[in-house]
Nanobody
Framework: QAQLVESGGGLVQAGASLRLSCTAS????????MAWFRQAPGKDREYVSV????????YYGDSVKGRFTISRDNAENTVYLQMNSLKPEDTAVYYC???????????????????WGQGTQVTVSS
């Protein structure tokens, strides 16, 4: 049974940094593109960032571009999201998700992602 477990969320002030981690088990991690999504109260789930299964291709949502960095360690079955210059509007539950791929590509469509973590809360105070 595949499982994704996020960690690293918390309460920080605006301008601070956090690093989220997501560790996978029960799947061949290197066969999956990995993504981060987030959902704020009363809002739709939002795509944040994705990294290809080899780790050499990344893509970011416009709202986080230049502030967040996604990376992965296939030896550790872990994907990371380094979040810098955090803003109050970054407050949300952050979810990691896994999408099985036949090639080194990725999708930003949440419907393509088969496995999801339970989420980790990030709260940024002003």
């Amino acid at each position: 049974q595949a499982q994704l477990v996020e960690s690293g969320g918390g309460l920080v002030q605006a301008g601070a940094s956090l690093r989220l981690s997501c560790t996978a088990s029960g799947l061949t991690f290197s066969n999956y593109a990995m993504a981060w999504f987030r959902q704020a109260p009363g809002k739709d789930r939002e795509y944040v960032s994705v990294v290809s299964m080899k780790g050499d291709k990344t893509y970011y949502g416009d709202s986080v571009k230049g502030r967040f960095t996604i990376s992965r360690d296939n030896a550790e079955n872990t994907v990371y999201l380094q979040m810098n210059s955090l803003k109050p509007e970054d407050t949300a539950v952050y979810y990691c998700a896994a999408d099985y791929r036949l090639s080194n590509s990725f999708s930003t469509n949440s419907a393509n992602y088969r496995y999801w973590g339970q989420g980790t809360q990030v709260t940024v105070s002003s």
